[in-house]
């Protein structure tokens, strides 16, 4: 493979890495009445803003998100690493164009944002259009809200399966402490974005199904979800521990920058 493409993924890796950790931290200081705020990744990019040098860091990371995006269009469409052609990779390289698409949008709007002044009321939570408020934004939540479940349920299995320790060719890494660190860094991390990629997708499906009717639901996403999380009899604990998790996760990203091997 391409040194160019292995770089690219490499600089996506590390500021994907960077997105979830933040949102880990701030949601794990919410959690324990530390400050922070329960924020999607939106809002944290809105949140770095407000940060010394925050155009600088916004622009640092639009340009990796971007990178990140690229990888994963170079992964759905010139599929470098041959993943199959049957119909599970053909979903793998579906879900990585959508990806793609999705990271381009952040970055995009990272970068968009330097230049633009703060909007009073922005970053907030949920809403829907009137464009989604008939039977097509019904489909589409409905749609959204399955894809997202199939996502969820996907983390699981592989932090089960530990089919992310592959992407290492974790036997050739020889420090028995560095092995033990990523793998526990994959799990805790995978399990924590199931989590929350579940609640999402039950925000979504109920949603399609209000849509419509006396009971119609806004569209909620991530910081949503941690409110959701806290609302638990154990909330603070709970949300606590997905939030460490998703800071796992942003690690995890960090030791794919790192460790990552490509098939030449």
């Known amino acids: 493979m391409d040194d160019k493409i292995k770089k690219t993924a490499y600089v996506g890796y590390a500021a994907k890495g960077a997105v979830y950790a933040i949102t880990g931290v701030l949601a794990f200081m919410t959690a324990f009445g530390m400050g922070g705020q329960k924020a999607g990744k939106l809002q944290v990019l809105e949140f770095l803003e407000k940060q010394p040098f925050g155009k600088v860091i916004l622009a640092i990371l639009g340009v990796g998100l971007i990178c990140y995006a690229v990888w994963r269009f170079i992964q759905s469409v ?16 579906i879900s990585f164009f959508i ?22 009321g922005s970053g907030g939570g949920g809403g829907s259009s009137s464009f989604l408020s008939g039977d097509i934004g019904k489909y589409i939540f409905i749609a959204v809200g399955i894809a997202l479940a199939g996502k969820g349920i996907y983390q699981f299995v592989k932090a089960y399966k530990g089919d992310f320790l592959k992407k290492f060719q974790i036997g050739s ?84 920058a790192r460790y990552r091997q490509f098939d030449d």
């Not at 990806?99 to 009073?120: E, K, Q, T």
């Open 78 to 93: 010139q599929n470098p690493e041959n993943i199959s052609d049957d119909t599970k990779g053909i979903i793998k390289r």
């Open 99 to 120: 990806s793609g698409l999705i990271y381009l949008g952040l970055g995009i709007f990272a970068i968009v944002d330097i230049f633009s002044s703060p909007s009073p």
């Open 173 to 256: 890494i020889t420090d028995g402490s560095k092995r033990k660190f990523i793998k526990n860094m994959g799990y805790a991390g995978l399990v924590a974005r199931g989590i929350l990629t579940s609640i999402v997708a039950y925000f979504f499906l109920k949603a399609g199904f209000g849509i419509g009717g006396s009971g119609s639901e806004e569209v909620k996403g991530t910081s949503e979800a941690f409110s959701f999380i806290q609302q638990n009899s154990s909330g603070p604990w709970l949300l606590g521990l997905v939030a460490a998790g998703l800071v796992c996760y942003g690690i995890y990203m960090f030791t794919m």
